[in-house]
């Protein structure tokens, strides 16, 4: 009898989940319908995103180890190697060919492998090597000790490396009795744990440090260089011209005396070098102008390679070197003379062969064949063990097409002399074989892609279903939400319980058993909850105007703009473009507005929103796509903003930005209560203190400051950012959660000097918004520290253009009453305000603004849909390193920051100006779950159709450059979007609304 498996759920479960829906509290239930939404969510990104990003497959095997049986088929050409790595060193940074201008910082200064290259042709060679994307270190070091190609996904891993099981270079060495020595970057001690006979690992993320690793290198690598007898390969890796990279730029003083440095140390290196040791230097990628690498543009994937051998030339004559060959040749951008061209994995294969130990398995690199050229037949023997090799792999890889497709071209080569005919031929496999796997390696499930659209699909369905039912349900919305969701708790555990079942029977596996249950209950409770939006009364009431139906069209939109390429490499041009057309559509209605002081205010709102949204999107980081017409100001000195104005702008806005705050408070008498104290004193010095922090960054490395104070900076710098933190993370959020209401409570005497019955509240009616409103100052004051210095600037922008879009949507609703009210009453004449219906639902076009507003913060400050602009400085804000999970969890911030303070702010739409009245007459939990869910349903729409579109262009030529990195920021924003939704409405609104009940209580008592 088969054992039951895990994907069973019992009747009786199910039951008693049903009963826990109906018994739990509103407040609860808001937060589990929040909390379902994202798990939902999560399983559909989940099944889409194993389905489209596809590892490759890693073969175990090993190429056997010369010996007696298996005699080595070529002399290795030197028996010792030095192989220097220095972190992001672009091509240009060593090649005797500059841009025009040249760059005195980074141009000429680290010189010589280019003047060895002129005086000693045939013993040193300088190449472009092509690093293949991604572009982060622990990738990189992968390909020149494997020779293998990264994935898409591999990315993720740099922060978390582990252990090399496939066949290696270094293995290899190991196999062959090589003694290994190391120091530098600690990466290599993650992947090669047991490798090195001597090993000195420094800490390789602190890019605050750019000279720790390096003088460890050179204080290590010296001394054994005086002992060749310890060694047979010395690998060294600094970090300083990466870590300059990050911090200032390849454009300053810093890069060009860190390369001067390197110079120095390649000139002590030649100069102890024997005649029969190779020197390798290379760089394991480049980097674009503002000194950040992970893309594939044209500056981060040229790294240079320089290969010198003092002793035995590494090129033989001219004549058996160019012998009817015609080499790869690359123009670096800007320069007028071109550099021979490899790919960075071929040194693995010509390393190999020139030390005398086997090619790696995996290995999909070509040798480079100048270093085999000095005679026709070593040539030709390099270039067949190449072959061999990479045919054995293919084989073993079980893909007999690519063998016949390979060897198919290979016999197209059409030269008379034999062994210049074969030599073309093994070349003509290698690069052959490289292009095929690449191409097979970009296979996707399409069953996984299916399940995966049909799960985020019908989420959107489901999520666009409970928004209405909500919004139709008024006060009684909980009737509606306990219905939907114990009818799809019923039907969707029931289906997955069945389909576990199955699963788990057939496959014996319940690890399966579990996924298939997830998935299937995930996919049927959606599709329950999305069937009311096929019946004709769900959407009773919505409204088609003008006004109400810009929303939807907008996201209408924006889902369709991602079936094109150029629209997602624009996408921030057409999020300026959403939101000032949004502005406009309210300036338009402002004429209709029912009073005068309305129209003047709806004009002047929308004027100043527009303008804050064109100032924001002057604040920009150019993908490589968009050249030459877009112009980075994101960075200090950009556009030609003075360096220092960036980090004093700051300290003025944070100045301002209170008193913004304050005076929207005033307007509705909420300043009041807690909210002096809060803003002017307690809030204004965390986040001034805060832009402080970056102008300390920049006085670092100012090259006015004495040297002898950078310590003290660097001190002032690390507590200052403590300081803030903890009084962000612990005295705010106490302080608003002990503290009162933003209301001031007045009992004014009678004529005769008794005390009067009656009290005055002062901000009643913003009892709500203006409590709420403190929690989201709270989630500022996380999101600021974390955020470079211009960021800091858009991030008030962004807080301004919330406030402004709230008071319009807030005048909107009155001017709504007012002619509701006028055109009820019998006597319009005698209309007086809070006459009437005074409920007006928040509609979707009311939460869409908020949306674009989160999208326009993640681009003005400075990111992209690329890996290069994730700004990895943000990691040691208060910390001398890497310290885990808080360096992690900062650049997440830095990154998503600003579309997870929006998402917090959500509920103001509903809160904002809305009076507490007595029996829930004014839904305002009901309300709040309706613009939450409209908000999740944005993210959700655009996410899907980024998902969608991807799977349908997955064959299309940018699919990895622009469709898969769009996808996945629109996954992780989703479920950020979620995940502060869930906080939102069960933090910050649940503590708001009894402290309004409680306050309220007291005072009628």
């Given at each position: ?42 399983v ?62 980074h ?5 010589l ?9 045939s ?31 591999d ?72 002992k060749p ?11 300083g ?27 002590r ?5 024997d005649?029969?040791?190779l020197l ?7 980097m ?65 062969l ?14 480079i064949?100048?270093c ?22 293919i ?15 290979a ?20 690069l ?30 489901a ?23 114990d ?44 069937a ?8 009773r009431?919505?409204?088609?105007n003008?006004?109400?139906?810009i ?24 999020v ?17 507005a ?19 949204v064109?100032?924001?999107g002057?604040?920009?980081?150019c ?21 220092w ?10 100045g ?21 104290v ?11 203190s ?22 003290l ?16 993370l ?31 509240v ?8 203006s ?15 974390p ?21 319009l949507v ?11 009210n ?12 809070g ?6 639902r928040?509609?979707?076009?009311d ?17 992209q ?16 390193t890497?310290?885990?999970?808080w ?20 509920p ?31 993210f ?9 579109c991807?799977a349908?262009l997955?064959?299309h ?26 906080i ?9 609304t ?12």
């Amino acid at each position: 009898m088969a054992e039951p498996s895990p994907g069973v759920v019992p009747t009786a479960a199910r039951r008693a989940a049903a009963r826990w829906v109906a018994g739990m509290s509103k407040p609860t239930l808001a937060v589990v319908l929040m909390a379902y939404i994202m798990l939902v969510h999560l399983v559909g990104l989940g099944v889409f995103t194993y389905g489209f990003l596809l590892t490759r497959l890693t073969i175990p095997d090993v190429s056997p180890s010369y010996s007696a049986s298996n005699p080595m088929p070529m002399e290795p050409t030197h028996s010792k190697a030095v192989i220097i790595v220095i972190d992001a060193l672009r091509t240009d940074f060593i090649s005797p060919y500059h841009t025009s201008p040249a760059s005195p910082f980074h141009h000429g200064v680290l010189s010589l492998p280019a003047e060895l290259s002129v005086s000693q042709p045939s013993h040193s060679l300088i190449f472009n090597a092509y690093s293949d994307p991604p572009t982060t270190t622990m990738q990189r070091i992968k390909g020149i000790t494997t020779g293998s190609l990264p994935t898409f996904i591999d990315a993720g891993a740099n922060f978390a490396s582990t252990a090399i099981t496939e066949d290696s270079i270094i293995s290899q060495l190991v196999s062959a009795n090589k003694s290994i020595a190391f120091m530098g970057d600690d990466t290599w001690m993650n992947l090669f744990p047991n490798a090195f006979t001597q090993a000195y690992p420094y800490d390789s993320f602190n890019v605050e440090d750019l000279h720790t690793v390096d003088n460890g290198v050179i204080e290590h690598i010296f001394p054994l260089l005086d002992k060749p007898e310890q060694w047979d390969v010395i690998i060294g890796h600094f970090l300083g011209v990466d870590h300059v990279g990050h911090r200032v730029g390849p454009d300053r003083e810093t890069m060009r005396l860190k390369l001067k440095q390197m110079d120095e140390v390649l000139r002590r290196v030649v100069d102890k070098l024997d005649d029969d040791t190779l020197l390798v230097v290379l760089g394991d990628h480049g980097m674009n102008p503002k000194g950040d690498h992970g893309g594939d543009s044209d500056l981060e994937t040229a790294s240079a390679l320089w290969m010198y051998s003092k002793g035995k030339p590494l090129v033989g004559d001219a004549a058996s070197a160019s012998r009817g060959y015609e080499w790869p040749e690359y123009w670096f951008p800007g320069t007028d003379k071109p550099l021979r061209h490899v790919n960075q994995i071929d040194l693995v294969p010509t390393l190999s062969l020139m030390l005398g130990v086997p090619i790696p398995f995996n290995s999909l690199g070509s040798v480079i064949p100048e270093c085999f050229s000095r005679s026709p037949v070593t040539l030709k023997v390099a270039t067949h063990l190449n072959t061999v090799q990479i045919e054995r792999y293919i084989a073993q890889y079980g893909n007999r097409e690519i063998s016949h497709s390979v060897r198919r071209l290979a016999s197209k080569t059409d030269i008379e002399d034999p062994t210049t005919r074969v030599v073309k031929q093994n070349r003509a496999v290698t690069l052959a074989a490289l292009d095929a796997l690449r191409a097979l390696w970009a296979q996707f499930s399409v069953s996984h892609i299916v399940v995966g659209l049909v799960v985020l699909g019908s989420s959107v369905l489901a999520v666009i279903s409970l928004y209405l039912g909500v919004r139709n349900g008024g006060p009684q919305w909980d009737v509606y939400v306990r219905y939907a969701l114990d009818t799809a708790i019923m039907a969707g555990v029931g289906l997955g319980s069945v389909a576990g079942t199955f699963a788990g029977v057939y496959t014996r596996v319940p690890l399966v058993a579990l996924q298939v249950f997830l998935v299937a209950a995930a996919g049927v409770s959606s599709l329950v909850l999305a069937a009311p939006l096929f019946a004709g009364r769900t959407w009773r009431g919505v409204s088609w105007n003008l006004g109400r139906s810009i929303g939807p069209i907008i996201l209408i939109l924006h889902a369709l703009s991602f079936a094109s390429n150029s629209y997602i490499m624009w996408e921030d041009r057409v999020v300026v473009f959403f939101l000032t057309t949004i502005a406009a559509v309210h300036f338009g209605r402002a004429l209709t507005a029912p009073m005068a002081s309305m129209r003047l205010n709806l004009l002047g709102l929308s004027v100043g929103f527009a303008a804050l949204v064109r100032f924001m999107g002057l604040s920009t980081v150019c993908r490589e796509e968009q050249q030459p017409y877009c112009t980075v100001t994101f960075y200090s000195g950009a556009a030609g903003t003075p360096e220092w104005a960036v980090y004093v702008l700051p300290l003025v806005a944070f100045g301002v930005l209170p008193r913004i705050v304050a005076t929207v408070l005033s307007w509705s008498k909420s300043y009041a209560g807690p909210a002096p104290v809060f803003l002017a004193a307690v809030w204004r010095a965390v986040i001034t203190s805060s832009a402080f922090y970056w102008t300390l960054d920049w006085m670092e490395t100012w090259d006015g400051l004495n040297p002898e104070r950078i310590p003290l900076v660097q001190l002032l710098k690390l507590w200052l950012a403590r300081g803030s933190i903890g009084i962000a993370l612990g005295a705010l959020p106490y302080l608003w959660y002990t503290s009162g209401l933003c209301i001031k409570v007045v009992r004014e005497p009678d004529q005769t000097g008794a005390r009067a019955d009656e009290v005055e509240v002062y901000g009643f009616g913003n009892a709500f918004g203006s409590t709420y409103l403190l929690f989201v100052l709270i989630a500022f004051s996380i999101v600021q520290l974390p955020s470079l210095a211009v960021s800091q600037i858009v991030l008030c922008a962004l807080v301004t253009a919330m406030l402004i879009h709230l008071e319009l949507v807030d005048t909107q609703r009155d001017a709504v009453i007012m002619q509701r009210n006028f055109a009820n009453s019998a006597n319009p004449g005698a209309f007086e305000p809070g006459q009437g219906d005074a409920i007006v639902r928040p509609s979707f076009t009311d939460v869409v603004p908020f949306a674009l507003l989160a999208l326009l913060g993640f681009f003005a400050t400075g990111h992209q849909a690329v890996l290069a602009t994730i700004q990895w400085k943000a990691a040691f804000i208060g910390f001398d390193t890497v310290v885990y999970p808080w360096s992690p969890l900062l650049v997440v911030i830095n990154t998503w920051g600003p579309i997870a303070l929006v998402a917090v702010a959500v509920p103001l739409l509903a809160l904002w100006n809305i009076s507490p009245r007595p029996n829930d007459t004014v839904p305002v939990l009901g309300h709040t779950v309706q613009v939450a869910l409209a908000f999740s349903t944005y993210f959700a729409t655009i996410t899907f159709a980024s998902a969608l579109c991807a799977a349908w262009l997955r064959r299309h030529l940018m699919v990895w450059k622009v469709f898969a990195p769009r996808f996945m920021l629109g996954g992780v924003t989703l479920l950020v979007v979620d995940a502060m939704l869930i906080i939102a409405v069960g933090v910050g609104l649940r503590v708001t609304t009894d402290k309004v009940w409680r306050t309220f209580k007291s005072v009628s008592v």
